[in-house]
């Protein structure tokens, strides 16, 4: 694939928040510890404190990669990988090291991966551990993908689209979606496989969505065994942290949290300072930022009559009830969106949380919490995002003369430029415009002479002419559109095909038919060309 580079904000589709956070911005600089840069990197691990017991955290890993039964070996060749750190096993064992960091990424469980920006989550959790180890030798970087099982937002995971069709795993789901058994989603395999085909790699990508979903009995172990075989062979370390002895390690500051409502207080104050700076709040803590955890049960845990209930339920604690109930059940706590980051840092050796835009902007509201509780800040990494370009695509964009840069801007304005640009008539009437603009200044001039509170007067005139004049322009552009409707016509496709319902391909689009043309060539290609701490966005063509 060869690859075209363009800047986030000349996208037009990332906040100004994210592209502040990018520019650094002074204003938002209280709001995170380190700059995403290699300098930045070099000051955390300079400073950081590690909260994470290691033999706990290996010890779950080896446990929950157990019920693989050994599919996850690592491929010799596969990945290319640094010196040290080849394979999964390896990836694991690294972690026990007082030298060892981790990279993470956090997402839902999606079924069937998802959207495509679920894979460039990854394939830049990847990339950016081998440029760490490249620029810090002496100590050792693991990716991680943290699965979001404890989420109970089913209808959010519970389809992709793939090749313009839905694929929906219908079901009634309660609870934990990490806990659900998938074995009601046969029809949305078999639709997805339908989808794959048979060709190419189709096959071999079949068989893993196959194992997948119908070897397992947690979705959580199906979504782990999908992407392990992806990802595995490039020592990415995927965790579960719905785990009695990780919950253990972090029960002391939930019960601080829950008790003294500390989150509550401290993102609310920041959340009112990012609004003065107008920045758009992501989330918003409640004074008890927990859920109550059991099977088929997720709900919110509140402080009601001077007790501790669970919401829905006939579930409530005293003070003491509560703490013995943390101490002797600390896995049926769950933490919400704002402490489950705080979570993944307490029981991770972390230096660096990747995600998407929105995610960016929600870690900015905790920055306060994480120093209250004295956990060290990761540097935040917007994610990689990427357009994939069909090579008969890219030879349609090529005839059209259109540069790639254009391809973002909305469909009608790009057919617009187009007409203008390649019309054999003269569609603007600026120069016109100049014209009369100058006449207007000798009328506004004579006016002024006769009467000054005539300016007025003239300006509206001149105003209502100026609109005049668009009106027209659009009318030449527009007549000269059913001119060319063939080729506008092709320019309404390639935006469909590349901007589906007019977002971002990587926000609609699943990653299997790449797949299926590419096989881990295409995990491959984006590891190549994804530039982690570049900041751009990546146009990738596919070559003859």
């Not at 390896?90 to 069937?112: C, M, R, W």
């Not at 002391?252 to 008790?259: A, G, N, S």
Request: net charge negative; charged share 25%.
């Amino acid at each position: 694939m060869d690859v075209t580079c363009i800047s986030y904000k000349d996208t037009g589709y990332f906040s100004p928040t994210v592209i502040d956070y990018l520019d650094d911005l002074p204003e938002l600089r209280k709001f995170y510890s380190y700059r995403p840069t290699l300098e930045g990197f070099a000051q955390l691990l300079q400073n950081k404190k590690i909260i994470a017991d290691r033999e706990v955290l290996v010890n779950v890993l080896k446990k929950q990669y157990g019920f693989l039964s050994g599919q996850s070996k690592a491929s010799p060749t596969g990945g290319d990988l640094p010196a040290g750190q080849a394979g999964l096993e390896g990836a694991i064992e690294l972690l026990k090291s007082p030298d060892t960091y981790t990279v993470t990424t956090g997402h839902q469980l999606n079924i069937f991966a998802g959207p495509l920006y679920f894979i460039y989550k990854i394939v830049t959790t990847i990339k950016l551990a081998r440029q760490l180890k490249a620029q810090f030798p002496d100590k050792n970087f693991v990716p991680v993908y943290w699965m979001a099982s404890e989420d109970h937002d089913f209808a959010e995971i519970n389809y992709t689209t793939i090749g313009g069709k839905k694929v929906h795993w219908w079901y009634e789901a309660s609870g934990a979606t990490g806990r659900l058994n998938p074995d009601t989603i046969r029809q949305a395999l078999n639709q997805y496989k339908g989808v794959l085909g048979i060709e190419g790699h189709a096959p071999e990508l079949a068989a893993i969505v196959e194992t997948a979903y119908t070897k397992f009995d947690k979705l959580a172990d199906a979504t782990r065994y999908m992407v392990d075989a992806l990802f595995g062979q490039y020592g990415l370390v995927i965790i579960d942290a719905d785990a009695p002895s990780l919950k253990k390690h972090f029960a002391p500051l939930m019960e601080r949290d829950i008790i003294g409502q500390n989150s509550f207080k401290n993102i609310t104050a920041t959340n009112e300072e990012l609004q003065q700076l107008g920045v758009h709040i992501q989330v918003n803590p409640r004074e008890i930022n927990f859920f109550y955890l059991q099977d088929r049960l997720r709900e919110r845990l509140v402080f009601e009559d001077n007790k501790y209930k669970v919401l829905n339920t006939e579930i409530s604690f005293s003070e003491a009830g509560l703490k013995q109930e943390i101490a002797d059940h600390p896995e049926r706590f769950s933490p919400n969106v704002v402490m489950r980051p705080l979570y993944q840092e307490y029981i991770l050796p972390n230096i660096a949380y990747i995600g998407g835009g929105a995610e960016i902007v929600y870690w900015l509201e905790l920055k306060s919490n994480f120093e209250h509780y004295q956990v060290d800040f990761p540097v935040l990494i917007l994610r990689n995002s990427g357009l994939v370009i069909r090579k008969e695509t890219a030879a349609k964009i090529k005839r059209m003369e259109m540069a790639v840069a254009d391809l973002f801007k909305p469909t009608d304005a790009l057919k617009s430029a187009w007409i203008k640009k390649h019309s054999g008539h003269t569609l603007t009437l600026q120069e016109e415009w100049c014209e009369l603009q100058l006449v207007f200044e000798k009328i506004k001039s004579r006016a002024a002479k006769i009467d000054l509170t005539l300016a007025p007067s003239t300006e509206a005139v001149q105003a209502r002419l100026k609109k005049a004049i668009d009106n027209l322009e659009k009318k030449l552009v527009k007549a000269e559109k059913a001119n060319y409707h063939t080729r506008l016509e092709q320019i309404g496709q390639i935006k469909n095909e590349l901007f589906p319902k007019d977002s971002l391909q990587e926000r609609q689009e699943n990653f299997g038919l790449e797949y299926v043309k590419w096989g881990q060539g295409f995990i491959d290609e984006l590891i190549r060309n994804f530039e982690p701490l570049d900041f751009n966005f990546a146009v990738l063509t596919e070559t003859p």
